[in-house]
């Protein structure tokens, strides 16, 4: 599936930390950017999630926020 | 402000196309990778966001997905 | 790609309009289901999108509210 | 209250899993298709969902990413 | 409908802009605070829309970022 | 960091919980209004968060829906 999100960012999964409902991935990119997800429990058991698998974190342009630098004075 | 989001990336405007309502804003952060977000028109103008300005693109960690390469035979 | 999103529903594009930045995509499932979808017109423009296309409408769990028939009194 | 979320699905509660501050609610809809909510522990308590009762799913156009079925060679 | 949504406060439009797509909900709450929704063109005038219009502000706790007042030093 | 999300509102933190992945954080604004956001554990307990502290609870407006106060008849 080739999907609409604007940002997909390729990398591995760096850390993995299962809740009760949720779950947690850090996603490292190339250069050592890393990306933190929070899926559900299910979606991270059924897609196999493990520490150095190859992944990517898809992100919404309209989830994105802009900041800036410095508040104004 | 110190932000709870997890995901906060320093970079810098590469396009800025305004809408009605919204704008669409290109981020580009250091070795070339891109962040586009979705901000209201109004923030974009209130902000003055421009190209070439320095800005932070910020994403929680409830809003990433995660993609995995192949799709399952 | 396969997707950690846990709602993922197969249809096909019956109505498009296209805004200054974003669009409208109404997609129509098997039984006549429709699912309304904002993106950016970027990514409708690159994806193709158009009348009559096969698409899947993406749902992240932690995006669905839940409502109830009724207010209490 | 009516709302102004463009998708609106009736359903009934199939399965609910309460976690320490999440829930995930999977909603079956008529014809079999799940929709699966994440929602707080608190307002899965608070509405009294349980397995069979009648519910809305409820799904903001601008949370909807589009999909298409096959990645581009 | 009642909603799951942990965040539902009572207001009245104070502002409306329509754009191609989307629409800018400017809500007044009581005290003076103001709450700025995006909604689909759509939506806004299927409700009806319209300043001095009592209507809802509804997020859902997932999408509330926390800030804090100072950043580190 | 000033952000682009045009809902800020400065209160306190009145409760927090924290689960195994994420934390819910009760924020209570001046005049009692409450807001609840879900965040990750790890943002909670980076941030120091605890009741009594000084927050700002942020919500980018393309996640805030509208409602009306009866349903149609």
């Known amino acids: 599936m080739k999907i609409s999100a604007r940002n997909v960012f390729k990398g591995t999964v760096k850390q993995l930390t299962i809740g009760s409902v949720n779950a947690e991935v850090v996603v490292e990119l190339p250069g050592g950017t890393e990306i933190v997800s929070i899926i559900t429990?299910?979606?991270?058991?059924?897609?196999?999630?493990?520490?150095?698998?190859g992944v990517y974190a898809v992100v919404k342009a309209s989830d994105v926020l802009i900041g800036e630098p410095h508040e104004p004075h």
């Open 41 to 53: 429990k299910h979606s991270a058991e059924s897609m196999g999630l493990a520490v150095g698998k």
